[in-house]
């Protein structure tokens, strides 16, 4: 699959749902946003090698 993390692509081998990706990551699911192929995903959703996972960062602040 391809990941993007941080505006850095990179191709990783991972098997599993989102969620378990991002834990591997250190990423904490509160902090981001999870686009696979283009779209919006649940943290339930299983990873296929061909997909593209994006991580957004969601910034707080005013």
Do not use: H, Q
């Not at 098997?15 to 192929?37: D, F, H, I, P, Y």
């Amino acid at each position: 699959m391809e990941l993007v993390l941080d505006n850095e692509a990179r191709e990783m081998e991972f098997s599993g749902t989102l969620a378990e990706l991002l834990k591997e990551l250190k990423v904490m699911r509160e902090e981001v946003v999870v686009k696979v192929n283009g779209k919006l995903a649940p943290e339930t959703r299983k990873i296929r090698p061909c997909d593209k996972i994006e991580v957004l960062r969601v910034v707080f602040g005013g």
